[in-house]
């Protein structure tokens, strides 16, 4: 059970965005961080991206820089409306993650942040088929999320952090392998690293030719 302060953090956008800019100083900043689970990967202008669990556009409006052919989806109606005032420049869909209203192998680039923390493990498992599908083949699916830290220096960070604002599936996540699960999935893993003290990590995995 998460505290008031996280239906807060949703209600308000600026108490939002502050936790968030807070959050990514271990990295060097919002943007830094918005950007760690893109680098090196072969975007082009014509790439077609999906921004999974967009939010309110935080990530979106540094995808538009890499392509022009970039869709926000999200549950939410109420952060898909600000997404549309804050990333005018993508499209959104709103539909579940886990079933997504999306055609089969139409994106290059499947992107999410910090959004499968809030999952249980059959939620991930139908996610991750479901990303799966809407990828061409050779597609990438790349993500940043949190980690259980390896340096004891985050520890109490992070820790604060998911008791003031975080529910039971963020500790789920800490002790999941989402490598593993990501290759039970058919993905192959191209990259797997860790930042601000093994507290954030990032995934990027390859659909396979089919």
Same mark, same amino acid.
């Given at each position: 059970? %998460? ?6 953090? /949703?209600?308000?956008?600026?108490? /939002? ?5 807070? %959050?990514?100083?271990?990295? #060097? ?8 689970? @893109? !680098?090196?990967?072969?975007?082009? =202008? ?8 967009? +939010?309110? #556009? ?13 869709? #926000? @989806? ?6 898909? *409306? =600000? ?11 709103? +539909? ?19 959004? !499968?923390?809030?999952?249980?493990? $059959?939620?991930?498992? %139908?996610?991750?088929? *479901?990303? /799966? ?5 050779? #597609? ?12 004891? !220096? ?13 529910? $039971? ?7 999941? $392998?989402?490598?593993?699960? !990501? ?9 797997? =690293? ?17």
């Amino acid at each position: 059970m %998460a505290t008031f302060l996280r239906p807060l953090s /949703y209600k308000y956008q600026w108490l /939002y965005d502050t936790i968030s800019r807070l %959050a990514a100083i271990p990295v #060097g900043g919002e943007k830094k961080f918005r950007e760690l689970a @893109l !680098l090196d990967l072969p975007i082009t =202008k014509d790439s077609k991206i999906l921004d999974l669990c967009c +939010g309110a #556009g935080q990530t979106t409006k540094f995808l538009v820089n890499y392509s022009t052919n970039v869709t #926000g @989806l999200d549950i939410s109606p109420l952060s898909l *409306e =600000k997404a549309k005032k804050n990333v005018p420049q993508a499209k959104y869909i709103e +539909g579940f993650a886990q079933k997504m209203p999306l055609p089969d192998q139409y994106f290059d680039i499947v992107h999410t942040s910090v959004a !499968l923390h809030e999952m249980t493990t $059959d939620e991930l498992e %139908a996610i991750f088929a *479901e990303v /799966y599908r809407v990828l061409k083949p050779e #597609g990438i699916f790349t993500f940043i999320d949190l980690h259980k830290p390896h340096n004891p !220096l985050f520890i109490p960070g992070i820790f604060a952090f998911m008791w003031l604002f975080e529910t $039971d599936t963020a500790w789920q996540l800490l002790k999941t $392998d989402l490598s593993v699960k !990501l290759i039970d999935s058919g993905f192959s893993i191209l990259k797997q =690293k860790l930042y601000a003290g093994g507290s954030l990590q990032v995934i990027q995995a390859k659909k396979p030719l089919i």
